[in-house]
């Protein structure tokens, strides 16, 4: 079982620029979130999908947007990027309806710099 | 809007000490409180709270939640170089229609010195 992967594990961009990070699953989870990670603080909720459809969303501008695949898995798109958007991105997975304890499992994130 | 705050930012300690790291919070809809490791990138869950009064350990760590005072605490004895990392404290809470939500703290940076 691979668990939560994500790709690309480093990425720079320019300012204005737009982005696309992916995620796949941890097998048998159907629900990704994700989160915004800046230095030296901890996760920020962006939001959450299950079957295609946002369903929550954090304190994130409109610039934020995201999609699910049939197969569960995920993309993040950022747009008109700004230096701010700088950070750690992560992705976790979990079954719907269930307790995030250990089925929220976390990839090991995507390392985004904007200049 | 749910809040989480952890004390202290960072701690320096020398191997074989024990540290204490709090966590207070103030969220609706609670459903439990979780404690992750990240030494790296992707955090690595070490517990799950949900009852007051009960500790969970693990090793040389252990937590404990407080429910009526909205707080936790992780401990960790004879503390080694590998202990060194961020930890996280995130609480769960119920966003509805079967969804959960973590909302993290900023994490207390834990270095271990030989």
């Known amino acids: 079982d691979a668990g939560v992967t994500q790709s690309p594990t480093h990425l720079i961009k320019t300012r204005g620029q737009q982005v696309t990070l992916r995620c796949s699953p941890k097998s048998g989870h159907d629900t990704v979130s994700w989160y915004q990670q800046a230095l030296g603080q901890g996760p920020q909720f962006i939001f959450q999908y299950y079957e295609e459809e946002e369903r929550q969303r954090g304190n994130f501008p409109d610039r934020f947007s995201g999609h699910q695949f049939p197969n569960y898995s995920s993309e993040l798109n950022v747009n008109a990027l700004l230096l701010g958007d700088s950070a750690l991105y992560l992705c976790?997975?979990?079954?719907?309806?269930?307790?995030?304890?250990?089925?929220?499992?976390f990839g090991q994130g995507t390392r985004l710099t904007v200049v | 809007e749910d809040k989480v705050v952890q004390s202290p930012l960072s701690l320096v300690v020398h191997e074989g000490d024990t540290v204490t790291l709090n966590c207070s919070y103030e969220v609706t809809n609670f459903r439990s409180l979780l404690w992750y490791k990240q030494e790296k990138k992707a955090p690595t869950f070490l517990f799950m709270l949900?009852?007051?009064?009960i500790e969970k350990k693990s090793g040389r760590l252990s937590s404990i939640l407080d429910k009526k005072e909205l707080f936790s605490i992780l401990n960790i004895t004879a503390t080694q170089t590998g202990d060194s990392a961020v930890y996280l404290c995130a609480v769960e809470s119920y966003s509805g229609a079967g969804s959960y939500q973590l909302t993290f703290g900023k994490g207390t940076k834990l270095s271990v010195i030989p």
């Open positions: 949900t009852s007051s009064g």
């Open positions: 976790a997975s979990s079954l719907l309806g269930t307790s995030m304890n250990t089925e929220a499992f």
